[in-house]
């Protein structure tokens, strides 16, 4: 892990990734569906950005909805992690709780097992899944045992500077794991994320794409209510730049931290 705050970018696209770079990302999640919450990116979608983006960690989740999984779903996922590994991402972003909100312990260590077993170096991190674990706290302080060494989290509020007293806990309770501040951040919310204990700061830098569209259009989805909203995101490289400005304010501007 490194000993500087980091700067993640969760994008959705090759495009995004390079987008990401060029305003001093340090790494990118990459995902598809991100208004879902995230789910796994194509094969192709993932050698892409490694083409073009910073170091990239890619989301393995097969499916929206909750985090409780059967063994096809974890199968399927721990043969998601493998492909992603060897299309050359750096770090697979993984989460499992069981029915009454515990850690699944067996399914994370068949995916960090997954992870590892294809490439040793691999950083494997808990998502957001923890947001919705009974304790997340102690969710946190299991990771050391399983091999996860990283952890996406908003401290279990709607956002990360809502849940900055549960980040430091969290820090306090798995000394070095890297809790990486996620979930409504903004450039302004940084320093107080990192004051708080987290070791890095993601956020999604999001906006929505203008529709390329011309004629008509039908809602296709439960998502389409309306032209205007039925469109993607879109890496907005101002908040990267705003996002890395105020990192290295508060890490003194030595430069980028590795990825």
Not at 223 to 245: K, L, Q, Y
Request: with cysteine; charged share 15%; aromatic share 2%.
């Amino acid at each position: 892990m490194s000993t500087r705050p980091s700067l993640e970018i969760a994008v959705v696209s090759p495009a995004g990734a390079r987008t990401a770079r060029e305003h001093g990302a340090d790494r990118v999640e990459l995902c598809t569906g991100l208004e879902l919450g995230g789910l796994t990116p194509s094969t192709a979608a993932v050698e892409a950005a490694v083409e073009s983006g910073p170091p990239v960690h890619v989301l393995v989740r097969c499916r929206p909805g909750d985090f409780v999984y059967d063994g096809e779903e974890v199968a399927l996922m721990a043969a998601e992690v493998r492909a992603a590994l060897r299309a050359g991402a750096h770090g697979v972003v993984v989460g499992a709780l069981t029915p009454d909100g515990a850690l699944d312990t067996n399914a994370l260590a068949t995916l960090a097992d997954a992870a590892r077993g294809t490439d040793p170096a691999a950083q494997v991190t808990l998502h957001r899944a923890v947001d919705q674990a009974s304790d997340p706290v102690a969710a946190v302080a299991a990771l050391p045992g399983i091999g996860i060494t990283r952890v996406l989290t908003s401290g279990g509020a709607p956002t990360a500077i809502e849940g900055s007293v549960a980040l430091t806990a969290m820090a306090a309770a798995a000394p070095g794991t890297d809790v990486a501040a996620g979930g409504g951040v903004r450039p302004g919310d940084i320093a107080g994320l990192l004051t708080a204990g987290a070791g890095s700061v993601h956020l999604s830098a999001k906006t929505r794409a203008t529709p390329r569209r011309a004629a008509g259009w039908v809602p296709l989805g439960a998502g389409g209510t309306s032209a205007e909203d039925d469109t993607h995101f879109v890496t907005d490289g101002a908040v990267v730049a705003a996002a890395r400005r105020a990192l290295d304010a508060v890490a003194g501007g030595e430069g980028h931290a590795p990825g």
